[in-house]
Nanobody, 116 residues
Framework: QVQLVESGGGLVQPGGSLRLSCAASGRVFSVYPMGWYRQAPGKEREAVAVIGSAGSRTNYAESVKGRFTISRDNAKNMVYLQMNSLKPEDTAVYYC?????????WGQGTQVTVSS
C-alpha cells in the first residue's frame, strides 16, 4: 500500500516562498518518477513539476519555470517543491504523485494560498 503525505502548505503573501514536502512509504521509492500537481477552484488538475527516479531529470510547467524547483531525497523517501516568487495565481491544492508501473498514486493534497 503506497502512502503519500504532503505538508508545508499555507498562506503566504505575493512574492513569498514556501517549501512543500511529500513523504512516501510502501514502495521502493527510488525507482519511480515523482511529480507535483495542483488544482485551483473551478479548474482541472495540472502538472507543476516532475522529476525522474534518480533526480537528474526534471520538467516544469511554463507558468512556474524559474520560480519553482523540484527535488528528491531517495534516502529519505522524500520529494520537495521549493516555490519562490509566489503569485496569487499559484493558489491551489498541491498534490504529490508517484508514477507507478501499474498505476499512479496520489497524496491527499496541501492547500497553498497566495494573498495579501
Amino acid at each position: 500500500q503506497v502512502q503519500l503525505v504532503e505538508s508545508g502548505g499555507g498562506l503566504v503573501q505575493p512574492g513569498g516562498s514556501l517549501r512543500l514536502s511529500c513523504a512516501a512509504s510502501g514502495r521502493v521509492f527510488s525507482v519511480y518518477p515523482m511529480g507535483w500537481y495542483r488544482q485551483a477552484p473551478g479548474k482541472e488538475r495540472e502538472a507543476v513539476a516532475v522529476i525522474g527516479s534518480a533526480g537528474s531529470r526534471t520538467n516544469y510547467a511554463e507558468s512556474v519555470k524559474g520560480r519553482f524547483t523540484i527535488s528528491r531525497d531517495n534516502a529519505k523517501n522524500m520529494v520537495y517543491l521549493q516555490m519562490n516568487s509566489l503569485k496569487p495565481e499559484d493558489t491551489a491544492v498541491y498534490y504529490c504523485k508517484m508514477q507507478g508501473t501499474s498505476g499512479d498514486y496520489w497524496g491527499q493534497g496541501t492547500q497553498v494560498t497566495v494573498s495579501s
